[in-house]
């Protein structure tokens, strides 16, 4: 088993060194190797993806990532910004699908911003195709134009694309509740249609999972009013971006949540669903939930550990029964403790 560890920005060393300890802890075999990725490989390389991480990367059986970017690198080039280091790695590795679970534990139901009986065992899957859609498409750019700046991107995808990201929520929605909801904006975008029309191609295959689609709008109106309905969401690139946020803030905090990123052989970059977070990088406040979690993802889609990946979850699970919070998860009657002794207390509870 080689890792390859992409601490990242702000406080991405922080999570990913106790994401690191649960890995090892389960299991000491694997190999570990950190390379650079985002601002902190501009500021060496002067590449947000450099060479050597990408032959690393490239060599690696999974990629644990911590988080990439902040304002510090918001004035550069945007070739050199950090955020297209992980568009890159998307790209080169081929991770096309991108699975984001929102999971409302029972001792956080009161942390979430909706009412505990409309949240109370929320379980949903977000699959999300990663790299396709406007974020990769040709010509895009900004151009004088009748003596104005003219912005322009390009939204396409393939029907192969499509169908490929398909099958992934299929089978997943398979092993679950059955339901799989595909969101789209058909009545607006030709793109879109093509999504639905290719999805109801995929149905007959799956004769065992319910399919419904949505519209984007209205979705994101029913992940507030009844976000219970929902088992599994596919989506495009821009939709998924935008939803698959707004169903981790049900869960309270976005601190809680891992995602993987996948290719057709299931090799992934796991990875936190939150932000890079420069303002309490370095205070040992940051919450390495998330990316603990996202070890237990590796474990289960790429190595096929279930039962490594289940007592991650189930130390994570008995941490938050203790009352042990970090700041961004913390209520009334419960300990706040920092990210160092929120790894101890799971590897303690492991």
């Known amino acids: 088993m080689k890792i390859c560890v992409l601490p990242g920005d702000g406080i991405g060393p922080e999570i ?37 991480t990408r032959a690393l990367a490239r060599a690696a059986d999974a990629v644990l990532l911590g988080a990439v970017g902040g304002p510090k690198w918001d004035n550069l080039p945007r070739e050199q910004r950090p955020e297209r280091g992980l568009l890159g790695i998307r790209q080169d590795l081929g991770l096309f699908a991108n699975l984001r679970p929102a999971i409302l534990y029972k001792e956080l139901a009161n942390a979430s911003s909706l009412k505990p009986e409309l949240v109370a065992g929320l379980d949903i899957l977000i699959v999300r195709e990663l790299t396709g859609d406007i974020y990769f498409g040709q010509p895009r750019g900004v151009e004088m134009r009748d003596g104005q700046r003219f912005g322009f991107n390009t939204m396409h995808y393939n029907e192969g694309e499509i169908r490929r990201i398909g099958r ?72 998924g971006d935008i939803l698959s946020d707004e169903a981790a803030m049900l869960t309270g905090s976005i601190g809680m949540l891992p ?33 603990i979690l996202s070890v237990a993802m590796m474990l289960r889609y790429t190595f096929n550990l279930e039962t490594e990946a289940a007592r991650i979850e189930a130390a994570v699970q008995k941490v938050l029964a203790q009352g042990l919070r970090t700041a961004d998860i913390a209520e009334g009657g419960t300990r706040t403790i920092g990210t160092t002794e929120m790894g101890d207390a799971v590897l303690a509870a492991l």
């Not at 929605?173 to 975008?189: E, F, I, Q, T």
């Not at 249609?193 to 519209?215: C, F, G, I, K």
């Open 16 to 52: 990913t060194r106790e994401a690191v300890r649960v890995l090892q802890a389960l299991v000491p075999q694997a190999e570990v190797e950190e390379a650079l990725l985002g601002g902190i490989a501009v500021d060496t390389t002067g590449s947000p993806y450099p060479d050597a």
């Open 259 to 291: 995602s993987a990123s996948l290719d057709e052989r299931n090799k992934g970059l796991f990875e936190p669903s939150h932000g890079s977070a420069p303002d309490i990088a370095g205070k040992n406040v940051a919450n390495p939930l998330a990316t």
């Open 168 to 239: 992934v929520a299929f089978e997943a929605a398979r092993k679950r509740g059955k339901r799989l909801c595909s969101v789209d904006k058909m009545n607006v975008l030709e793109t879109t249609q093509l999504w639905r029309d290719v999805m109801n191609e995929l149905a007959p295959e799956y004769p065992d999972v319910t399919l419904s689609h949505m519209l984007v709008d209205n979705c994101a109106m029913q992940l507030v009013r009844e976000p219970r309905q929902f088992d599994v969401i596919v989506t495009g690139n821009l939709f």
